[in-house]
């Protein structure tokens, strides 16, 4: 499936009329971020052994180099465990970078992702506020896009009710419409489109490519839909343990990442089989 979307193409051929004049929205060189669990832990062992809990550290992003143009729609893609949201977390200002850096030249930036950037304990109506006033808004701006935003949502009087009982719909409804309606330079999406009854799935993707025909915004967009990413990006970027395994056109690269992916899901039922007969060998031995 080939993206037929006459706003992103008619984007590519004006950012290629100004190749010599790009603007780079987001910067990120050479970054490593690392996680660090303790394996096994017990205090009482710890403290009558006098030994120290051994520290596991898994490096989720390894040495990645990239850049995004101004109104460019970059796409993620990579198989579970590959970085995606980690790398999208770190360019929000959520997870620091253990070295490398991130740029975001002066660009206010927002995230869509769910269990992210809301205080369970407040209601919906007051994670609004909290959640504009981070993203660099004032209380003046907020109440001006205050009724669009509660619209947008559909959510009604459950507005009012403490976001730890919305559903993860409903959180989903609300963290979009905030940053739909609260408009930033750049805007990241983790999985958010993917969320939601059939309606607002409709609502929120006719908004997204409302808000993709802006050609100063710049959208990065993590998601598994191939066929979502072919219609609003420009350009994709797979990830691959945490490295970057290909970037560029956006049908190149997700053809090349779809027969990537089938090869493994056939390797993995290859090997399925061959354990499973070894194991029906060794009983029909042993009998």
Known sequence: MKKNSKNIENKVVEKKKNEDHKEIAISVKDLHIKYRSLKKFSVKKSLLKMRTSHMEVFEAVRGISFEVEKGRILGIVGKNGSGKSTLLRSIAG?????????????????????????????????????????????????????????????????????????????????????????????????????????QFKAKSYAKMKELIDDTNRTVVIVSHSTETLRELCDTILWLHDGQIKMMGDCDEVLDKYREFMNQAIIAKEEKKKKEEEAVKKALKNAS
Do not use: C, W
């Not at 009724?147 to 459950?158: P, Y």
């Open 94 to 198: 959520i997870f620091s970078a253990d070295s490398g850096s991130i740029d975001l030249h002066g660009n206010s930036i927002s995230l869509l992702s769910i269990g992210v950037g809301f205080q369970p304990a407040l209601t919906g109506y007051e994670n609004i506020f909290l959640s504009g006033m981070l993203l660099g808004f004032t209380e003046e701006q907020i109440r001006a896009k205050l009724k669009d935003i509660i619209e947008f949502s559909e959510l009604g009087e459950f507005i009012y009710n403490p976001v730890k009982t919305y559903s993860s719909g409903m959180h989903s409804k609300l963290a979009f419409s905030i940053t739909a309606i609260l408009e930033t330079d750049i805007m990241l999406i983790d999985e958010v489109l993917s969320v939601g009854d059939i």
